[in-house]
């Protein structure tokens, strides 16, 4: 009897354990949506027009777990080429697979192709001013954060974020995280991202493989190669 005894309580230490890893991991799925200006600009050409109004809402997904994150298009298997640039597609991350740790050593940073090239951009984190305005998301009270970096190359002008402590992570969609929970809603001049559905603690554990080849570059860097590179071109 104290054998069958010990062997449950080993059992039961095993899989509180294993449960224990798999909490606060979890999908959440992001619907970007471009916000169109209600003036036009008389500098914008036709081309530039045409792109932003047939541009239309993409969606995206974040893993993450306890220590890590990894966002990401949703590629909707669409055998038709597009005819145009997708803008919201764009803004809301493109291609680029974007990687948070909680390790303090350690940057984000997005994985990018181009042409034959893998780039491994890192870039630095994100400062918030955090506030006491809140409101509910779905099933989650949510609080403001306002982005308060100036970025030269990227402009997020007027950027706020709303995260919830209920899911205690600082992950979020794209280069917006660093806050004491899940980022749910992004605001900026130009486009939006808004969870639309959260699946938490599944069955099936979330892993975030880091990738490690690539050229590893900051983003300050693969600006200035790239900006070189087309002024030769040009």
Do not use: R
Not at 27 to 48: C, D, F, G, P, R
Not at 81 to 105: K, P, R
Not at 164 to 192: A, E, M, R, W, Y
Request: aromatic fraction near 12%; hydrophobic fraction near 35%.
């Amino acid at each position: 009897y104290k054998k069958m005894k010990k062997i449950l309580f080993l059992l039961l230490l095993i899989y509180n354990t294993s449960h224990s890893q798999n909490l606060f991991q979890g999908k959440v799925y992001y619907k970007a949506s471009l916000i169109k200006q209600k003036k036009s600009n008389k500098k914008m050409t036709n081309e530039v027009k045409d792109i932003i109004e047939n541009s239309t809402d993409a969606d995206f997904v974040l893993y993450f777990n306890k220590t890590a994150s990894e966002y990401k298009e949703i590629k909707k298997m669409n055998l038709e080429v597009e005819a145009s640039v997708n803008l919201t597609q764009v803004l809301g991350g493109g291609s680029d697979i974007y990687f948070t740790t909680t390790e303090s050593s350690v940057k984000p940073f997005f994985k990018k192709k181009q042409g034959g090239d893998v780039f491994l951009i890192n870039y630095e984190k994100t400062k918030w001013d955090l506030t006491q305005e809140s409101k509910m998301i779905g099933k989650y009270k949510c609080f403001k954060a306002i982005d308060i970096n100036i970025d030269n190359k990227i402009s997020y002008k007027h950027t706020e974020v709303w995260y919830t402590p209920s899911i205690p992570v600082s992950f979020g969609p794209k280069n917006f995280h660093g806050l004491p929970g899940l980022v749910l809603q992004v605001n900026t001049s130009s486009f939006s991202l808004n969870a639309y559905q959260i699946n938490l603690n599944s069955k099936e554990v979330v892993k975030i493989i880091k990738p490690l080849e690539g050229i590893k570059i900051s983003k300050e860097e693969y600006y200035k190669k790239t900006s070189a590179f087309f002024k030769k071109k040009n």
